[in-house]
């Protein structure tokens, strides 16, 4: 869930033509579309921890064999 907060309590923008609203200048949404949205606006702070993405596992380095001379 991702919470943002506004320095004006009813701040309106737009999603694919429909209007959102801070309610006490603040927000709450799951929605990715949404969440991009709230990131591109700069009268608008992002005040929870966003969740940290998995990292793709580290392969193992390789194992060196011995060269034929």
Do not use: H
């Amino acid at each position: 869930m991702a919470k943002y907060e506004s320095k004006y309590p009813t701040l309106g923008f737009y999603v694919y033509d429909e209007l959102k609203r801070f309610n006490g200048g603040v927000y709450e949404t799951d929605d990715k579309d949404e969440i991009a949205v709230l990131d591109a606006l700069i009268d608008t702070n992002r005040i929870d921890e966003p969740q940290p993405e998995a990292k793709p596992a580290t392969k193992a380095p390789a194992k060196r064999t011995a060269s034929a001379k």
